[in-house]
């Protein structure tokens, strides 16, 4: 049987994956209701809601990489203007860009278009996943 620990455990790392995707979630507000409920050691709440977001970036990586297969469709979300800006402004910062990764808004398409510029994945992991980390590490340590 799995314990309510777990199961909370579980939806806070779905919750994290998902809201690193592009859908529009926050996971924020879970971790930090679970946090004061103490619902589990914190340092389990950070590797699960970590690990969780990281992976979801690393979907963002991958979709990033494929993109240019769709551009130019009627369908496609995104311009061809708004996807050149994009590349434009990532080659101007840089990888160092994705320490901004964990940002609301701007966080997750930074990742898609670091897939695109065909950012090594080992060096992504690595920024994005300290960046994630820390944002939720920060949010534990004000929730006390």
């Known amino acids: 049987m ?11 790392g779905l ?7 592009i859908l529009p979630m926050s996971s924020e507000a879970m971790l930090a209701g679970m946090a004061a409920a103490k619902a589990a050691p914190v340092s389990a709440l950070l590797l699960v809601a970590g690990v969780g977001n990281t992976l979801g970036s690393c979907v963002n990586w991958l979709l990033g990489r494929g993109i240019e297969h769709f551009r130019g469709r009627r369908w496609f979300p995104v311009s061809d203007t708004q996807l050149d800006r994009a590349q434009e402004r990532y ?21 898609v278009v670091a897939g695109l510029m065909r950012t ?5 992991l690595t920024v994005v996943a300290v960046a994630k980390f820390g944002r939720y590490a920060m949010l534990l340590w004000l929730i006390g």
């Open 2 to 12: 799995i314990s309510t620990t777990s199961a909370s455990l579980a939806g806070l």
């Open 15 to 21: 919750t994290s994956f998902l809201s690193a995707t």
């Open 91 to 111: 080659n101007r910062w840089g990888w160092p860009s994705l320490m901004l990764s964990w940002v609301p808004l701007i966080g997750d398409p930074l990742t």
């Open 120 to 124: 090594p994945f080992l060096l992504f």
